[in-house]
Nanobody
């Protein structure tokens, strides 16, 4: 049974930092691109960052480039999202997602992912 479990969310002030973690189980972690998405109230789920299974290449949406860092630990089946200089507009539920193995697509669309976590809330006050 595949499980993705996010943790690390919370309520912070603008300018603060948070690190989200996603623990994966029941799947071949090292062969999958992993992504982070977020969904704010009344809005569609949007891409935040992804890290490739091959070579660990990373890609970010423009609004978080330079502030967020995605990383992975294949030995522990963990993926992280370090979020610095948080802004109120970063407030959302953050979701971890896993692709099927060995995909070579952009990894920036929800439909490209096979498995999802339950989400963790991040709230940033002004």
């Amino acid at each position: 049974q595949v499980q993705l479990v996010e943790s690390g969310g919370g309520l912070v002030q603008a300018g603060d930092s948070l690190r989200l973690s996603c623990a994966a189980s029941g799947l071949s972690f090292s062969s999958r691109t992993m992504g982070w998405f977020r969904q704010a109230p009344g809005k569609e789920r949007e891409f935040v960052a992804r890290i490739k299974w091959s070579g660990g290449g990373t890609y970010y949406t423009d609004s978080v480039e330079g502030r967020f860092t995605i990383s992975r630990d294949n030995a522990k089946s963990l993926v992280y999202l370090q979020m610095n200089s948080l802004k109120p507009e970063d407030t959302a539920v953050y979701y971890c997602a896993a692709q099927n193995p060995y995909r070579s697509d952009t990894g920036t669309y929800p439909t490209q992912y096979a498995y999802w976590g339950q989400g963790t809330q991040v709230a940033v006050s002004a």
